[in-house]
């Protein structure tokens, strides 16, 4: 495979299995969740060796660097050597704020049960 120098942001993500098709990284990159060195990037964007990369996606952030570019996609072993992962680990579940649910049909909550959900919410 003969070394690229520069790539186009969205065929890089794509490529390194970021996003699961062209068109979604594309759609990213047009909708701003996709950012270079921390600016807002379109989907043509070159992109080189050594870029940090971020991609938002389901709410959080995936950081990456650039430490080699490839144009057409290739395998998972491949694809985790082309990029360092710098994602920082999730929150722990217990600072995960829970969500209280009521049974389908139970129709509305009364003061008591509303005063038990605010409660339970810290508020």
Request: proline letters at 6%.
């Amino acid at each position: 495979m003969a070394d690229v120098t520069a790539a186009r942001v969205d065929s890089w993500a794509w490529a390194v299995r970021l996003f699961k098709t062209r068109s979604a990284a594309t759609t990213a990159c047009r909708a701003g969740h996709v950012r270079i060195n921390g600016e807002k990037v379109k989907a043509a964007q070159p992109l080189r060796i050594g870029d940090e990369v971020r991609v938002r996606s389901d709410g959080f952030d995936r950081i990456v660097v650039v430490s080699r570019l490839v144009v057409k996609r290739v395998g998972a072993v491949m694809a985790a050597e082309c990029f360092v992962d710098r994602t920082p680990p999730p929150p722990p579940r217990e600072t995960v704020a829970l969500v209280a649910t009521r049974d389908r049909g139970a129709g509305r909550p009364t003061k008591r049960e509303r005063r038990e959900v605010d409660r339970l919410r810290g508020r």
